[in-house]
């Protein structure tokens, strides 16, 4: 069952939803993470059926626990693939080979590709678009009206910010270096008309985003 209200960390590499969290007493009720860059970076989708097989398997050992698994491209030049059609030429084969009772959702960072032909494949799949707050990518409430931005029956988001220009403000993880309260109260207006269609919402935030890292006592 989909938490309704939860509060969500992001430690290493999985997502991890705690429905019910105190300061001494964690129940994890879903765990989730990116697949590995052998697949999405490295082999780019292509001659990776044995190493999809053995992530997949892994992942099952989580059994009611998993959550929705992440395919988190880098952003593709010309020599990878020419255009978007190119990408999902290779992109629907391999969709098709992904187990139906699982969730995923896809990321790219080619800000052109980001166009209702794209949505339209995901939502064919059942996989969720990713939303994503990052330095060159258009923000959600900059497309929404472009096209629906919702491809399954939740959505995944990340704020995720400007690596490489926060990092040359500060090397410093221990205060807010950017104010996103702008950019926070679109995201809020954006997701409650999402939660108004009842789809359920995944989200995280990157220390990048805004760059604030605070320590508790156990």
């Given at each position: ?113 980001l166009v209702p032909k794209f949505a ?99």
């Amino acid at each position: 069952m989909w938490p309704t209200k939860s509060k969500i960390v992001r430690k290493h590499c999985l997502l991890i939803v705690f429905p019910h969290y105190s300061h001494r007493n964690i129940t994890v009720e879903m765990l989730s993470t990116t697949f590995p860059q052998e697949i999405t970076h490295k082999r780019m989708i292509k001659d990776c059926d044995d190493e999809l097989k053995t992530f997949l398997m892994t992942m099952e050992t989580l059994g009611d626990k998993l959550g929705p698994l992440l395919f988190q491209f880098g952003k593709f030049d010309k020599y990878a693939f020419k255009s978007l059609d190119d990408f999902l030429a290779r992109l629907i084969p391999f969709l098709k080979k992904l187990p139906k009772e699982q969730k995923f959702a896809v990321e790219i960072r080619n800000r052109n590709w980001l166009v209702p032909k794209f949505a339209d494949v995901l939502r064919e799949h059942g996989i969720a678009l990713t939303l994503i707050d990052q330095g060159w990518m258009p923000r959600p409430w900059e497309m929404k009206d472009q096209f629906d931005l919702i491809t399954s029956d939740f959505t995944y988001v990340r704020w995720l910010g400007d690596r490489k220009g926060i990092e040359e403000k500060t090397t410093t993880w221990d205060k807010v270096i950017v104010d996103r309260q702008g950019d926070l109260s679109e995201w809020v207006s954006l997701l409650k008309k999402v939660q108004e269609r009842r789809i359920m919402i995944l989200a995280f935030a990157n220390n990048h985003y805004a760059l604030c890292r605070r320590r508790h006592k156990a």
